[in-house]
């Protein structure tokens, strides 16, 4: 073999070997356990993606837990098996080291581009019981996914680590509708703002209306400030005639004595006329 030869195979090998340092379906291939979870790899063509890349964690599901992920359909499939996906290298001496931490993982699907909100990205959390979580960083999602424990790892390029179940960001199913801010509230009246006096349309109304609006005791108040009611009230009896004689009917009184007396001088002219008779 020439120099040249050898030189020209060496280089292929060796840019093979850099741009794929690892095959993820050959490296599940010995794991039946997950052949259901490597087959959905090979159907959504991600196992390309993953064997692109130079470091890699997959979150993988035994066929027992992949359940939920085989009945949806195949792009929905690519989009959840994408967030179990994490762009770098984390095996579980390297995710102990996070304790005490909130780690932010990125995945597969955030790097796609169609990620709304906080879909693409992983949240790891340590129990008190020292048991490892993921969920999604979406606001409201779960934290319960358990890790399992490892399936297979090459330093520092790809780990493989088994989980409990499959990881669901909240909307990635399409469903996903953001939160629109709500509408600025109109401003309340004042309770205590006092209503524009109404105008009167003309004078006649004006006039029409000033009686009604005298609600004081206007009737009342004139006996009060006349001196005729007042004087009797608060003179002596023998100063003057009381309040009760100058109320008695006097101009009847005057007429009865003047018909008594009128009767009185009949009888006295009746009488003389008989005595010149006889």
């Known amino acids: 073999m020439s120099p040249s030869t050898f030189l020209a195979i060496s280089a292929v090998l060796l840019l093979s070997t850099a741009t794929s340092a690892f095959n993820v379906t050959r490296i599940l291939d010995q794991y039946p356990d997950f052949s259901d979870f490597n087959g959905l790899l ?18 993988a599901l035994t066929n027992d837990h992949i359940a939920e992920l085989a009945g949806k359909p195949e792009d929905v499939q690519k989009r959840l098996l994408s967030t179990h996906i994490v762009l770098d290298y984390y095996d579980i001496l390297k995710l102990n080291k996070l304790r005490d931490t909130k780690t932010i993982l990125t995945t597969l699907y955030q790097s796609t581009g169609v990620a709304d909100d906080m879909q693409g990205f992983l949240d790891v959390i340590h129990k008190a019981d020292g048991s490892i979580v993921f969920g999604s960083a979406m606001k409201g999602a779960p934290h319960d996914i358990k890790v399992l424990g490892s399936v297979a790892s090459q330093p520092y390029n790809i780990s493989i680590l ?47 209306d000033a009686p009604a609006e005298a609600d004081g005791p206007v009737a009342s108040d004139a006996p009060a400030n006349a001196p005729a009611a007042d004087a009797p009230a ?23 004595k003047h018909v008594i007396s009128g009767m009185s001088l ?13």
């Open 42 to 59: 090979t159907k959504t063509g991600l196992f390309a993606d993953i064997n692109s890349r130079a470091a890699i964690t997959v979150l």
């Open 266 to 278: 009949g009888f006295v002219v009746a009488l003389a006329s008989l005595l010149v008779i006889h």
């Open 162 to 208: 088994s989980i409990s179940k499959p990881i669901f960001a909240p909307g990635i199913d399409g469903s996903y509708k953001p939160v629109s801010a709500p509408p600025p509230k109109a401003a309340a009246a004042p309770a205590n703002k006092v209503p524009p006096p109404a105008v009167a349309e003309s004078p006649e109304e004006e006039v029409a």
């Open 234 to 256: 608060d003179a002596p009896v023998a100063d003057g005639p009381s309040a009760d004689a100058n109320d008695q009917p006097k101009p009847k009184s005057a007429a009865v």
